[in-house]
């Protein structure tokens, strides 16, 4: 059969690895590519089809149905580090398992990152008619195209494939309410790595140009999306960074030309974030990545977080896991992004770090908790800011051994963090009577309307009493321990309902009910029935005053 004649359609069934994520709001290079590199294969557009693991499990019947008449079904998944989702659940082993059970007829091909991973390649390879090589796109094109591509000529396929690939992101459910994360270069460049992670079980490596990133941008914003994440890669200092004695030499011309050529490609760009930066670099080389770290601050937009890979402030974790950074380079690197990325637009910082704790790891012990916890501590005694700290535990790959440890003392020690750490840490992010901008609802429960914007780590915001699908602003009135509670903004304080008055602090439900029933007119006539000991430096907003 005619490449043109095929009736593929592609499942994504979501992807989170070290260096990327493609849960939504985002959609992964991975299956962009992949769109990209089926259209140049031949495969006629009208006979390509996109669908989502969410809306497949919305309706299995309907859609194992469906499928049952496309001739080759590819399914892109795989989560190789553990992750909450609520925009998105992520594609399980079962899930796997029973669509290839449930459907027959068409050639089935698993892909993506679940593919690295030796145990999964052989749970899948009987029921699966191909477990797809390391790169899908690569792999794909070469099965229908029957054209043979040297490993050297990958990075020219994949720049030409974001491009024509970029379309598909109009078949996606959330459009245009998307993040695409762009790959800036693939595979970790460190000659050793950490035990631990999947970057390791990668062989194949490349690195993009900027004007081949900025292309992709403009083919993007062609295609209707202006949010983007810098996410895909392992450390945004080492791109195109050259190696030196065993080190690296940083480049920050090359990653100002990148950020430059991102802000020109599309002019209605809403957000420019990033993801994954390592404390270490910015220790060895603190003149050139402070360089950097002001060029992504004055490039980025507000909110932009850049995550670091400490895993464990405990010494002896971090070398028996082959760890790169140090607790003194996170602190380091910590306080430098303080001082550049912590000046406010908008009402919140620029650019802060995010904190990762990983647990499982080799040679963890009772002490290990207390580090952590000590680390944390001193962050916060010196008024140093995280926009968000992790505190995960290990997803075993390979042959990485199953360590032991207290799941009672984890949980405790989570608690310990959220209550003591996490909540103050939001509370100096976040003030109270911050405005945030442009939020999307995910989820409503009961009052709550869990919404967040579009862009790296966004905060999770309940908006009390309100059923909209979309905030033009919002206004910070409380803080949770992973969480922030708004009310919609801007509203006039006689306009609020009881639960809204009952959420804003000192307030509660006795004093709401009593507002109810007076409805005092001015913050004069608020006083005067509350009394003098309240604290109105918020409330007065809402009278504009």
């Given at each position: 059969?005619?490449?043109?004649q095929?009736?593929?359609?592609?499942?994504?069934?979501?992807?989170?690895?070290?260096?990327?994520?493609?849960?939504?709001?985002?959609?992964?290079?991975?299956?962009?590519y992949?769109?990209?590199?089926?259209?140049?294969?031949?495969?006629?557009?009208?006979?390509?089809?996109?669908?989502?693991?969410?809306?497949?499990?919305?309706?299995?019947?309907?859609?194992?149905?469906?499928?049952?008449?496309?001739?080759?079904?590819?399914i892109?998944?795989?989560?190789?580090?553990?992750?909450?989702?609520?925009?998105?659940?992520?594609?399980?082993?079962?899930?796997?398992?029973?669509?290839?059970?449930?459907?027959?007829?068409?050639?089935?091909?698993?892909?993506g990152?679940?593919?690295?991973?030796?145990?999964?390649?052989?749970?899948?390879?009987?029921?699966?008619?191909?477990?797809?090589?390391?790169?899908?796109?690569?792999?794909?094109?070469?099965?229908?195209?029957?054209?043979?591509?040297?490993?050297?000529?990958?990075?020219?396929?994949?720049?030409?494939?974001?491009?024509?690939?970029?379309?598909?992101?109009?078949?996606?459910?959330?459009?245009?309410?998307?993040?695409?994360?762009?790959?800036?270069?693939?595979?970790?460049?460190?000659?050793?790595?950490?035990?631990?992670?999947?970057?390791?079980?990668?062989?194949?490596?490349y690195?993009?140009?900027?004007?081949?990133?900025?292309?992709?941008?403009?083919?993007?914003?062609?295609?209707?999306?202006?949010?983007?994440?810098?996410?895909?890669?392992?450390?945004?200092?080492?791109?195109?960074?050259?190696?030196?004695?065993?080190?690296?030499?940083?480049?920050?011309?090359?990653?100002?030309?990148?950020?430059?050529?991102?802000?020109?490609?599309?002019?209605?760009?809403?957000?420019?974030?990033?993801?994954?930066?390592?404390?270490?670099?910015?220790?060895?080389?603190p003149?050139?990545?402070?360089?950097?770290?002001?060029?992504i601050?004055?490039?980025?937009?507000p909110?932009?977080t850049?995550?670091?890979?400490?895993?464990?402030?405990?010494?002896?974790?971090?070398?028996?896991?082959?760890?790169?950074?140090?607790?003194?380079?996170n602190?380091?690197?910590?306080?430098?992004?303080?001082?550049?990325?912590?000046?406010?637009?908008?009402?919140?910082?620029?650019?802060?770090?995010?904190?990762?704790?990983?647990?499982?790891?080799?040679?963890?012990?009772?002490?290990?908790f207390k580090?952590?916890?000590?680390?944390?501590?001193?962050?916060?005694?010196?008024?140093?800011?995280?926009?968000?700290?992790?505190?995960?535990?290990?997803?075993?790959?390979?042959?990485?051994?199953?360590?032991?440890?207290?799941?009672?003392?984890?949980?405790?020690?989570?608690?310990?963090?959220?209550?003591?750490?996490?909540?103050?840490?939001?509370?100096?992010?976040?003030?109270?009577?911050?405005?945030?901008?442009?939020?999307?609802?995910?989820?409503?429960?009961?009052?709550?309307?869990?919404?967040?914007?579009?862009?790296?780590?966004?905060?999770?915001?309940?908006?009390?009493?309100?059923n909209?699908?979309?905030?033009?602003?919002?206004?910070?009135?409380?803080?949770?321990?992973?969480?922030?509670?708004?009310?919609?903004?801007?509203?006039?304080?006689?306009?609020?309902?009881?639960?809204?008055l009952?959420?804003?602090?000192?307030?509660?439900?006795?004093?709401?009910?009593?507002?109810?029933?007076?409805?005092?007119?001015?913050?004069?006539?608020?006083?005067?029935?509350?009394?003098?000991?309240?604290?109105?430096?918020?409330?007065?907003?809402?009278?504009?005053?």
């Amino acid at each position: 059969m005619k490449n043109t004649q095929l009736k593929i359609t592609v499942i994504d069934g979501y992807l989170d690895e070290p260096s990327c994520l493609g849960v939504p709001p985002y959609i992964s290079p991975h299956i962009r590519y992949l769109w990209g590199a089926l259209l140049a294969a031949g495969v006629n557009p009208d006979k390509l089809n996109y669908l989502t693991i969410d809306k497949l499990r919305a309706d299995k019947e309907k859609y194992f149905a469906e499928l049952e008449n496309e001739d080759l079904l590819i399914i892109i998944a795989g989560t190789t580090v553990p992750g909450h989702y609520l925009g998105g659940q992520p594609a399980s082993a079962a899930e796997i398992k029973e669509i290839a059970a449930e459907i027959y007829y068409p050639t089935k091909v698993l892909a993506g990152p679940i593919t690295l991973i030796k145990k999964m390649r052989e749970k899948f390879a009987e029921i699966y008619d191909i477990l797809s090589e390391e790169i899908a796109a690569f792999d794909l094109y070469q099965r229908l195209s029957r054209e043979e591509i040297k490993l050297n000529q990958i990075t020219a396929r994949i720049n030409q494939w974001a491009i024509t690939g970029a379309q598909v992101v109009k078949k996606h459910p959330d459009y245009p309410h998307l993040i695409a994360e762009l790959e800036s270069f693939r595979g970790c460049p460190r000659a050793s790595h950490c035990s631990f992670c999947s970057e390791r079980l990668k062989n194949i490596s490349y690195s993009r140009s900027p004007e081949f990133i900025a292309a992709e941008v403009k083919a993007l914003a062609a295609a209707g999306i202006h949010h983007y994440r810098l996410g895909s890669q392992t450390d945004l200092l080492l791109y195109g960074a050259e190696p030196e004695k065993g080190r690296f030499k940083l480049n920050p011309p090359h990653i100002k030309e990148l950020y430059q050529g991102i802000r020109n490609a599309d002019p209605e760009l809403k957000v420019l974030h990033m993801d994954n930066m390592n404390p270490a670099e910015i220790a060895r080389s603190p003149e050139k990545a402070a360089e950097i770290i002001e060029i992504i601050a004055k490039y980025n937009t507000p909110g932009d977080t850049a995550a670091f890979g400490l895993e464990s402030a405990d010494p002896l974790v971090l070398e028996k896991n082959n760890i790169d950074s140090t607790a003194e380079d996170n602190y380091f690197a910590i306080k430098l992004m303080n001082e550049i990325g912590g000046r406010r637009e908008s009402g919140i910082p620029k650019l802060l770090p995010g904190l990762n704790f990983l647990h499982g790891l080799i040679a963890e012990r009772t002490e290990t908790f207390k580090y952590n916890y000590q680390f944390l501590e001193k962050l916060l005694q010196d008024d140093l800011l995280l926009r968000r700290i992790n505190i995960r535990q290990v997803v075993k790959l390979g042959s990485y051994p199953d360590v032991k440890y207290s799941q009672g003392d984890f949980k405790k020690y989570k608690e310990k963090i959220n209550k003591n750490i996490n909540q103050k840490m939001l509370q100096r992010v976040f003030p109270a009577g911050v405005i945030l901008k442009d939020l999307y609802s995910e989820k409503q429960k009961g009052s709550l309307n869990y919404s967040r914007q579009l862009g790296t780590y966004p905060i999770l915001t309940a908006v009390i009493e309100q059923n909209d699908s979309f905030f033009k602003n919002v206004k910070v009135i409380d803080h949770g321990y992973r969480s922030i509670t708004a009310l919609k903004w801007p509203q006039r304080f006689s306009e609020l309902s009881q639960k809204e008055l009952e959420a804003l602090p000192g307030i509660g439900s006795r004093r709401a009910a009593k507002i109810m029933l007076k409805q005092p007119q001015s913050l004069k006539e608020l006083r005067k029935l509350l009394g003098a000991n309240l604290d109105y430096s918020l409330i007065s907003d809402f009278f504009g005053q």
